[in-house]
């Protein structure tokens, strides 16, 4: 029996086999981002169904991502969307935005997701000013030091009774370290503070290990 962080995965391997099954498209879409040097940081598979049936269970229409990186976890959510529906998802980089839609083309997913490239803090403002529908599912996932300007841009953008999803918000248990001086930590924590007695949602976190490590998600409704 394999220790520690090898038994988290293995579970993982476990629940993929009974729960998720063979899916060709995104083991195409990681052995893609690997060839181009992406970071093997999106969600796992057992995530990345867990993202896909909240924003079905909420019925979401238009699903909002921060931080696409390959597009693996946009290609879950799209897969949560009723016809005419639509993921925008942000991405800084514009060279893994170019990854992100060969894999989201060969997902046959083209019409439901709409990429937007540059600093999400922009992009979202953009939104804002531009004006759009809003939003009913929201996941969170890029630069962490934004987290806390993130769930306020989000909250903005979308309707009342809206789920934000944050990813990473446990970091190992780094997050208990208020003299971290990693950003990714101190922006997070921001991210706890200000939802502490927030007036416009109501939220909780909770703990996860697996392929992915010890982290954990923070899920947030809007009033
Ligand atoms: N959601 C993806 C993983 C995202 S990794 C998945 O699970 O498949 C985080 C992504 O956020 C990276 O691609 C990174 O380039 C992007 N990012 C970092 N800072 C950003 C910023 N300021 N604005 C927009 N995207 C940013
Ligand atoms: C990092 C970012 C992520 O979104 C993630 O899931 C894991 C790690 C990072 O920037 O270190
Ligand atoms: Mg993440």
New binding site residues.
Partial sequence: MPDGDQRWSAVDDYISDHLIGEDAIQQETLEANRKAGL?A???SAAQGKMLQLLAKGVGAKRILEI?T?GGYSTIWLARALPENGIVVTLELEESYAQIARTNISKAGLDDKVEIIVGEAIVTLSALDHKGTDPFDFVFI????QNYAPYLEHAIRLSRPGAMLLF??VVREGEILNRDSDDP?VSGTRALYEVLHNHPKVDATAVQTVGS?KW?GFLLAITR
């Fill in positions: 970071p940081i999106d969600v931080g990186l996932d890029a630069d962490k990813d990473n990714k992915k982290d």
